[in-house]
């Protein structure tokens, strides 16, 4: 079957549904953004794509700064909501029973039930169109202790993180590999055809040392 062609729009899914929490401590508030993702390694950087028209934009534009929290599976309900409802009229901490806390970096709160929050700065801000792009540098990752292993390594795969996709919230599934597996997989490919081959020579010596023993015989 061939592929259908529709118009130009937005359909690059699935995208990681977070919520950005903005303001002050006093003066809060929550959008849920899908339109985010990483831009830049050293330093590290990431933006958040929001309509002008959002109450949260003026929020975030007056102080250069915001927080994402990734979502779990436990608070889907808190992310859809805080997407749907307007930070003007309601208090969405309040409302949706979820804790403030107190950042290192940003005067903006984090969220207490997400298993990772990561403080940002905003460094430029991009007028695109319907959406203004946030540009923003990372000034701190803070991890529930929670998922992480006695190793000290965080363990992602224990949060049940959401995703959003083409208007639909989706849990993360099984893991099906890691950065680099395909090269790991050809290389332990290669390792046991190595072996086979040493294996497969050392059989042809066997052979060929029994037969001139034989002709010595």
């Known amino acids: 079957m061939s592929k259908v062609t529709w118009k130009s729009g937005t ?33 590290a950087m990431v933006y958040i794509s929001v309509r002008p028209t959002r109450y949260s934009y003026n ?11 990734l979502t779990t599976e436990k608070i889907a309900y808190a992310t859809d909501w805080c997407g749907v409802k307007t930070g003007a009229k309601v208090d969405k901490f309040k409302e949706m029973n979820l804790t403030k806390e107190k950042a290192e970096f940003v005067n903006c709160p984090m969220i207490k039930e997400s298993p990772v929050s990561v403080e940002c700065k905003v460094k430029e801000i991009k007028e695109l169109g319907s959406h203004h792009m946030f540009i923003a540098e990372v000034l701190a990752i803070h991890a529930d202790e929670k998922y992480i292993d ?15 996709s083409n208007g639909n919230y989706y849990s993360l599934g099984q893991k099906v590999g890691k950065f680099g597996f395909s090269v790991q997989k050809n290389l332990k490919k290669h390792k046991i055809n190595a072996k086979n081959h040493i294996s497969q020579n ?11 023993i034989n002709k010595k015989r």
């Not at 899914?13 to 050293?42: D, F, R």
């Not at 006695?150 to 959003?164: P, Q, R």
């Not at 050392?202 to 001139?212: A, M, R, S, Y």
């Open 11 to 43: 359909f690059l899914y699935p995208l990681p549904a977070v919520m950005v929490s903005c303001g002050t401590i006093e003066k809060s508030n929550i959008i849920t953004v899908a339109w985010t993702g990483i831009i830049n390694t050293n330093p």
């Open 59 to 69: 929020l975030i534009k007056e102080n250069m700064e915001f927080v994402i929290n």
């Open 150 to 164: 006695e190793k000290g390594a965080f363990d992602i795969s224990k949060c049940n993180l959401i995703a959003y």
């Open 202 to 212: 050392q059989k042809v010596k066997k052979l060929k040392n029994h037969k001139k």
